[in-house]
T-cell receptor, first 113, second 113 residues
Framework: AQKVTQAQTEISVVEKEDVTLDCVYE???????LFWYKQPPSGELVFLIR??????QNEISGRYSWNFQKSTSSFNFTITASQVVDSAVYFC??????????FGAGTRLAVHP | GAGVSQTPSNKVTEKGKYVELRCDPI?????LYWYRQSLGQGPEFLIY????????DSGLPNDRFFAVRPEGSVSTLKIQRTERGDSAVYLC???????????FGPGTRLTVT
């Protein structure tokens, strides 16, 4: 079975704090793809990153970084020096059969000034 | 360029009525997906079109749900005999041929009273 677990339902931080959002996945596929999406209060899902299972290099994009660990089936997302505009629900997803995305339940991040 | 658009943005209907939800994908995107998002949950896959044909409709909950994409562009999700449990945000996404990155529209919030 394929599954994505985001154990953190809600996280609250103060601006400029670093925050890590956890994602654990389950799949029997040897090649797979993982994603992170952001859903701000406006509601539209925004694509952040795609990671292939055969590329274990961590990735950094500005204040965002992703840590992919096949040994623990995790694909965690860190925001450095968080800002109020980072407040949103963040979803981790796994590509399933026929390209459908299997989403976790999401983590709601609240960044307070 | 224009993103994925969905109409209407909000739809309120009475139990038992028929509704149609429309999705306009990004121009040139051959793949189109429908998802349903209930409050506090991640999106759940409904159906995937590659061109005009439904390649995977395994997520449709029952035969009251049906979707078409007759010309390989615009898609319509149709729900017959709506039930209160159908209330959710219906999301549409599209992607380029050969790409796993899906771009989402703003969704249609369906409320069945």
């Amino acid at each position: 079975a394929q599954k994505v677990t985001q154990a953190q339902t809600e996280i609250s931080v103060v601006e400029k704090e670093d925050v890590t959002l956890d994602c654990v996945y389950e799949t029997r596929d040897t090649t797979y793809y993982l994603f992170w999406y952001k859903q701000p209060p406006s509601g539209e899902l925004v694509f952040l990153i795609r990671r292939n299972s055969f590329d274990e290099q961590n990735e950094i994009s500005g204040r965002y970084s992703w840590n992919f660990q096949k040994s623990t089936s995790s694909f965690n997302f860190t925001i450095t020096a968080s800002q109020v505009v980072d407040s949103a629900v963040y979803f981790c997803a796994l590509k399933g059969g026929y390209n459908k995305l299997i989403f976790g339940a999401g983590t709601r991040l609240a960044v307070h000034p | 360029g224009a993103g994925v658009s969905q109409t209407p943005s909000n739809k309120v209907t009475e139990k038992g009525k028929y509704v149609e939800l429309r999705c306009d994908p990004i121009s040139g995107h051959t793949a189109l997906y429908w998802y349903r998002q209930s409050l506090g949950q991640g999106p759940e896959f409904l159906i995937y079109f590659q061109g005009t044909g439904a390649a995977d409709d395994s997520g449709l909950p029952n035969d009251r749900f049906f979707a078409v994409r007759p010309e390989g562009s615009v898609s319509t999700l149709k729900i017959q005999r709506t039930e209160r449990g159908d209330s959710a945000v219906y999301l549409c996404a599209s992607s380029r041929d050969g790409s796993y990155e899906q771009y989402f529209g703003p969704g249609t919030r369906l409320t069945v009273t």
